[in-house]
């Protein structure tokens, strides 16, 4: 989830320091480290010094990293289609369902 969270962030908010990032998902910047550090050995984030500041680190999202999530996002969605063609749900809850994702929508782009 961390790790998510983290390659999420840096493919909407573009590149970043692992302070930043840590502020935003309001973790430690010791917990940040160990997620970015596990990031990188994967080659799903990549380090590249600061062009204004020599002394910082920029991290951003990898080729690799990018496909991860969009094939995470792509299981998810598939699953999420399963479940509503599964027949466990009624047309009248599939209708609220609908109604509701715009909503939902708006709020994940909020959070």
Do not use: W, Y
């Amino acid at each position: 989830m961390p790790e998510r969270t983290a390659l999420s962030r840096l493919e909407r908010s573009g590149p970043t320091t692992s302070s930043n990032l840590a502020r935003e998902v309001q973790i430690t910047a010791q917990a940040m480290g160990a997620t970015i550090s596990d990031l990188c050995t994967r080659g799903l984030v990549e380090r590249r010094p600061d062009p204004n500041d020599g002394r910082r680190v920029v991290l951003s999202a990898t080729d690799a990293g990018l496909q991860a999530l969009k094939d995470k996002r792509n299981a998810r969605s598939e699953l999420v289609a399963q479940a509503l063609t599964s027949g466990a749900f009624s047309s009248t809850e599939l209708a609220q369902l609908a109604a509701a994702a715009a909503l939902l929508e708006r709020l994940a782009h909020h959070i």
